[in-house]
């Protein structure tokens, strides 16, 4: 079984999410996200959110949302951010799981458009992603 774990809702996760994504992310400044996780917990802001996707209580994934992803177009947000699913996990459409629940999760919040920063051209479309604009990234990525 497959569950998406939201790291504000279970807030005993806080440090699995953020050795898990500073691992996943190896290029991100690792204080970014302990330091963005710790304070997603307790905002009092719809944003940022945390997820992990556990299957069979191993993390096998993750995913934020978050109001920048490095990007310069401030006037577009929330960004989904940092998504990843575990080499031996891909080709299974987990990656689904985690963008469901950004998009649910950004209607919740009251937000009409989820964004998304890739340069991984021809994956995001299939889940119903369109290209909008290139942006300039600090991570060197279009949005």
Not at 21 to 30: A, C, E, M, R, T
Not at 63 to 70: K, P, Q, S, V, W
Not at 87 to 112: V, W
């Amino acid at each position: 079984m497959v569950k998406i774990i939201s790291v504000r809702q279970t807030p005993e996760y806080k440090d699995i999410a953020i050795q898990y994504l500073q691992k996943s992310w190896p290029d991100i400044y690792p204080k970014m996200y302990e330091d963005c996780i710790t304070h997603s917990i307790n905002a009092e802001q719809f944003l940022p959110q945390w997820y992990l996707l556990e299957k069979e209580y191993q993390i096998i994934g993750c995913a934020g949302l978050i109001t920048n992803d490095f990007i310069s177009r401030g006037d577009l947000y929330p960004w989904v951010c940092a998504i990843f699913i575990e080499e031996n996990h891909r080709g299974n459409n987990y990656i689904s799981l985690l963008l469901n629940k950004a998009k649910q999760d950004t209607r919740e919040g009251g937000f009409k458009y989820l964004n998304l920063c890739t340069d991984h051209i021809g994956l995001y479309e299939k889940y119903g992603f369109q290209y909008i604009a290139q942006g300039v990234s600090s991570l060197g990525r279009g949005i």
